[in-house]
Nanobody, 128 residues
Framework: QVQLVESGGGLVQAGGSLKLSCAASGRTFWRYGMGWFRQAPGREREFVARIVWNGGTTDYAESVKGRFTISRNNAKNSVYLQMNSLEPEDTAVYYC?????????????????????WGQGTQVTVSS
């Protein structure tokens, strides 16, 4: 069973940057696309970004496009989320997740129901 552990969250001022990391256990990480989701207090969890299994395609929510960058290093079993120009509206718990099916090349996979392994989350707080 794969386990995912996020890190890198914290408190930052508006306009600042943070880089989240997600470390995966297991030897099959490289076969699966990975996503980042977030959940703010009182709101449903929402899609943030996704990267396919070989890193060749990425997808972003409109609210973060141009500010956030998702990447992965399959040799290190890790996926990252570089967040720049942070806004108070980005405050949330951020989760990484692994897709249910391997080798998926679909351009867009934004439903949380397409993912079946989740990390515990890392808090990101952006002050104004």
């Amino acid at each position: 069973q794969v386990q995912l552990v996020e890190s890198g969250g914290g408190l930052v001022q508006a306009g600042g940057s943070l880089k989240l990391s997600c470390a995966a256990s297991g030897r099959t990480f490289w076969r699966y696309g990975m996503g980042w989701f977030r959940q703010a207090p009182g709101r449903e969890r929402e899609f943030v970004a996704r990267i396919v299994w070989n890193g060749g395609t990425t997808d972003y929510a409109e609210s973060v496009k141009g500010r956030f960058t998702i990447s992965r290093n399959n040799a290190k079993n890790s996926v990252y989320l570089q967040m720049n120009s942070l806004e108070p509206e980005d405050t949330a718990v951020y989760y990484c997740a692994e897709e249910k099916s391997p080798y998926t090349m679909a351009t867009s996979l934004r439903s949380e129901y397409e993912y079946d392994t989740w990390g515990q989350g890392t808090q990101v707080t952006v002050s104004s």
